[in-house]
């Protein structure tokens, strides 16, 4: 499962917010093949082996890796 951009969506839909379509379907019908800010900023999307980590697994990991690190430069004591 995964959750485009509603005016995405809406394109690839026929304009119907409500339905199903896989990730290849819904790439024909846009015509070209989808990027990480065509995905709305959900859970869904960002769990692993979910939609971004099956289509951008390199782009996922990096992202995954910032959002766990540690932004400082010393450990709190």
């Known amino acids: 499962m995964y959750m485009l951009k509603d005016a995405l969506w809406l394109k690839v839909n026929d304009g119907e917010m409500k339905g199903h ?3 290849i379907c819904a790439q024909l ?3 070209r093949k989808f990027i ?3 995905f709305k900023a959900v ?3 960002f769990r692993r082996g979910g939609a971004l980590d ?3 697994p390199m782009e996922f990991g990096d992202h995954m890796a910032v959002f766990v690190s540690d ?3 010393s450990e709190e004591e």
Do not use: I
């Open 54 to 56: 099956m289509l951008f």
């Open 43 to 45: 859970p869904l999307n």
């Open 21 to 23: 379509l896989c990730l």
């Open 29 to 31: 019908r846009f015509g």
């Open 36 to 38: 990480p800010a065509h």
């Open 71 to 73: 932004s400082s430069d």
